[in-house]
């Protein structure tokens, strides 16, 4: 039962530790959210998300992020690469203007004018791995904007698009959630995935519910889903079916490919009445984790459901 905090992969507990002190003690959703994205962007063991996240195809680092409560309150950046902390960057988008999102330059320089810190995102092990990138002659072979040249073996694979999504349910029963991500490793220098665009990568509707996903962003892009989750919720899904069918949707609709892997987080609101679905995860292949903090403590646990095993 809420106050919960539910977050993708099991670098979870990094996001789910500072979120639920801010739920314990009556804090909102949205902050408890945020708290967990910054606790993980600041990390730079963690190479997917923020500091230390591995570069573009150039060798540069940049950051997508964005926040949401409610369709008219969301916020979203992309092709961040002096700041830290995409997310706080879109919570400032969402509360001080009356757009949704801002990219690149225009977003670093309104970062600036919020009093955020400019930093250097890189680490020398991401720079190692890019060197080690380039070094593949694989890569050299290939035509850099032909696209994403996938690192060598699988357990990089999977540690390469793993986005922290974190989505709350807090005392009062407010829903929040956030996306945060260094991108695809080694992308297409400009390239945006799912996780900053509002009902690709994240959708929060306080009457529907909740849902974020992790992935391959393109796969993710081209079906909505997580928009497609928290509407399968307003028509009456379970969170788990909602989870099942908006992956279905991209194993139907996608030739998959053997890198290819789309995960999903939905957490359902607490009605009016006070009955409460609950939350699911569910991933399209084996190898994905979710962290959940709720009455009974932290777990990684795997997905409720894998549509592929
Ligand atoms: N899901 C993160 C990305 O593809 O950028």
Redesign the pocket.
């Given at each position: 039962m809420p106050p919960l905090v539910l977050t993708t992969w099991s670098f979870g507990p990094v996001a789910n530790e500072p979120a639920s002190a801010i739920l314990r003690a009556g804090g909102a959703a949205i902050d408890a959210c945020e708290a967990g994205a910054i606790a993980v962007e600041n990390d730079p063991s963690i190479n997917s998300v923020g500091v230390g996240g591995l570069p573009d195809a150039d060798g540069h680092v940049s950051l997508?992020g964005c926040i949401m409560t409610d369709p008219d309150q969301c916020g979203s950046v992309a092709f961040i690469r002096r700041f830290a902390n995409p997310v706080s960057i879109a919570r400032r988008v969402m509360e001080k203007t009356i757009h949704v999102m801002l990219v690149g330059e225009g977003a670093e320089q309104f970062a600036l004018r919020e009093g955020f810190t400019p930093r250097d995102l890189s680490t020398p092990y991401a720079r190692a791995e890019w060197d080690k990138w380039r070094a593949d002659p694989r890569t050299l072979e290939r035509a850099r904007y032909r696209g994403w040249i996938p690192p060598l073996n699988v357990e990089e694979r999977a540690r390469s698009?793993d986005?922290v999504s974190i989505l709350a349910l807090d005392k009062r029963h407010r829903l929040a959630g956030v996306c945060s991500?260094s991108?695809?490793a080694f992308?297409v220098p400009g390239r945006?995935?799912?996780?900053p665009i509002i009902g690709h990568?994240l959708y929060v509707d306080q009457e529907a519910g909740a849902a974020a996903?992790?992935?391959?962003?393109?796969l993710?892009m081209g079906t909505c889903t997580s928009f497609l989750a928290v509407e399968l919720m307003r028509s009456g899904a379970t969170p788990l079916q909602a989870a099942e069918q908006s992956l279905q949707r991209i194993i139907d609709r996608f030739e998959l490919l053997p890198d290819h892997q789309v995960a999903i987080i939905v957490l359902a609101p607490v009605k009016p009445d006070g009955s409460w679905a609950g939350w699911a995860s569910a991933a399209i292949k084996p190898g994905f984790h979710h962290t959940i903090t709720d009455d009974r403590g932290t777990r990684i646990e795997p997905p409720t459901h894998v549509l592929a095993p």
């Open positions: 997508d698009h986005t991500t991108g695809m992308k945006v995935g799912d996780s990568g996903a992790t992935g391959n962003g393109e993710v």
